[in-house]
C-alpha cells in the first residue's frame, strides 16, 4: 500500500527556536495533505489541510503564524512550528489522500516534539 | 459542523466474547465514515469505510442514518484486536477527516 513518512520521528528543540517537520508521501502523489497534533492519550486534532501549490487551510484556534504549512510539491508538505515553546511539545501527525485509489488516507508515522 | 463521538474511552472484553465500539456522528450532509486502528507503537491504518461495505479482520460496521451512528462489530474477539480504534467522518465534497476521541480496546485471553 501507499506510504507517508515523517521526519524527524523525534526531536528535541530549545524554546524560541524553530523546528521544521517534513511529511512525504512516497509512492503517490498528493494534492492534500492534512497536519493532526495528538496530546497524550487523546484523539487527534486536525490543525490544518495542506494544499498543493496553495496557502494551507487552519482549524478554528490554529495560529497561522506559528504553525507555517507548506507544500511545495505533489509529494512533500513541511509543518514548521516557529518560536517554539514547551507548550508546543506533542505528537505530530501527517496524513495524505491518495486520489488514485479511492481518496484513501495514509498517515505517517508521526513526529515527537518535545521544546526545553 | 462535522463531529464525531465514541462514548467510551476504554473497552474491555474477554476472547472470543463480541465486540461493539459505538460511533455516532453529527453531521448535516451525507457523510462518509471510516474506523480507523492504531496498534501500539504503530501508525494509524484504515480498517474499513462504510461506502466499501466489507469486512476486514473480521470487523463489520454499518452506517445508520436514522441514529447517525457507524458501530463497529465483530462477533469474536481475539487478542490481536488489542488496540486503540478511531471512528472518524469525512464530510460531503469535503476533504478532511474529523476524528472522535478513540476507543481504547483490550482483548483478554
Known amino acids: 500500500g501507499a506510504v507517508v513518512s515523517q521526519h524527524p520521528s523525534r526531536v528535541i528543540c530549545k524554546s524560541g527556536t524553530s523546528v521544521k517537520i517534513e511529511c512525504r508521501s512516497l509512492d503517490f502523489q498528493a494534492t492534500t495533505m492534512f497536519w493532526y497534533r495528538q496530546f497524550p492519550k487523546q484523539s487527534l486534532m486536525l490543525m490544518a489541510t495542506s494544499n498543493e501549490g496553495s496557502k494551507a487551510t487552519y482549524e478554528q484556534g490554529v495560529e497561522k503564524d506559528k504553525f507555517l504549512i507548506n507544500h511545495a510539491s505533489l509529494t512533500l508538505s513541511t509543518l514548521t512550528v516557529t518560536s517554539a515553546h514547551p507548550e508546543d511539545s506533542s505528537f505530530y501527525i501527517c496524513?495524505?489522500?491518495?486520489?488514485?485509489?479511492?481518496?484513501?488516507?495514509?498517515f505517517g508515522e508521526g513526529s515527537w516534539l518535545t521544546v526545553v | 459542523a462535522q463531529r464525531v463521538t465514541q462514548p467510551e474511552k476504554l473497552l474491555s472484553v474477554f476472547k472470543g466474547a463480541p465486540v461493539e465500539l459505538k460511533c455516532n456522528y453529527s453531521?448535516?450532509?451525507?457523510?462518509?465514515l471510516f474506523w480507523y486502528v492504531q496498534y501500539s507503537r504503530q501508525r494509524l491504518q484504515l480498517l474499513l469505510r462504510?461506502?466499501s461495505r466489507e469486512s476486514i479482520k473480521g470487523f463489520t460496521a454499518d452506517l445508520n442514518k436514522g441514529e447517525t451512528s457507524f458501530h463497529l462489530k465483530k462477533p469474536f474477539a481475539q487478542e490481536e484486536d488489542s488496540a486503540m480504534y478511531y471512528c472518524?467522518?469525512?464530510?460531503?465534497?469535503?476533504?478532511?477527516?474529523?476524528f472522535g476521541q478513540g476507543t481504547r480496546l483490550t482483548i483478554n485471553p
Open positions: 462504510h461506502i
Open positions: 472518524a467522518l469525512s464530510g460531503q465534497g469535503a476533504q478532511k477527516l474529523v
Open positions: 496524513s495524505a489522500r491518495e486520489t488514485a485509489s479511492g481518496n484513501t488516507i495514509y
Open positions: 453531521y448535516s450532509g451525507s457523510p462518509e
